[in-house]
């Protein structure tokens, strides 16, 4: 074991792994906590309600590609921030050369938001189309009585 350069190292030692324990006993309690049948069930639907109608699946699948879309751009983003953070970290106190314009990154961080937009927006019109579509029999939900659903004529 290498010697310690100042005596108070071992316990920050000791306090870092503690409070790392404690953290992760804290979320495995509030993890292991909300694990009912219906919290399951409503994390597979990754939030959205139970389905009321026979139209639902096309809001479904609009949702589950909404989450998609943003997981992705999400691990993209964190992933370049990772990278940015590990390439360019100051190895000496000097100021590096900073550049005045990138116009190639500038128009693609303004088209490409457009870009998902846009593909968001037809997806959900193609839902919307599906949804209001009039068909040959319609077909009733029935509200129970434990519910606090009401009869939809579609």
């Known amino acids: 074991m290498a010697p310690l350069r100042y005596p108070h190292e071992r316990h920050d030692v000791s306090r870092r792994l503690a409070a790392g324990v404690a953290a992760g006993t804290l979320a495995l309690v509030g993890l292991l906590a909300g694990c009912s049948a219906e919290a399951v069930a409503e994390l597979t639907r990754l939030g959205l309600p139970e389905p009321a109608s026979d139209r639902a699946p096309y809001i479904g699948n609009?949702?589950?590609?909404s989450w998609i879309a943003a997981g992705i751009?999400?691990?993209?983003?964190?992933?370049?921030?990772?990278?940015?953070?590990?390439?360019?970290?100051?190895?000496?106190?000097?100021?590096?050369?900073?550049?005045?314009?990138?116009?190639?990154?500038?128009?693609?961080?303004?088209?490409?938001?457009?870009?998902?937009v846009g593909v968001l927006f037809y997806f959900t019109i193609i839902a919307q189309n599906r949804v209001t579509a009039k068909v040959a029999e319609p077909t009733q939900v029935a509200a129970t009585p434990d519910s606090d659903a009401v009869t939809v004529m579609v």
């Open 62 to 65: 609009l949702w589950n590609g």
């Open 73 to 116: 751009v999400g691990v993209i983003v964190w992933g370049l921030i990772g990278w940015a953070v590990l390439r360019y970290r100051r190895r000496t106190a000097a100021m590096p050369k900073q550049n005045r314009y990138n116009l190639p990154m500038e128009i693609f961080y303004t088209v490409v938001p457009f870009i998902i």
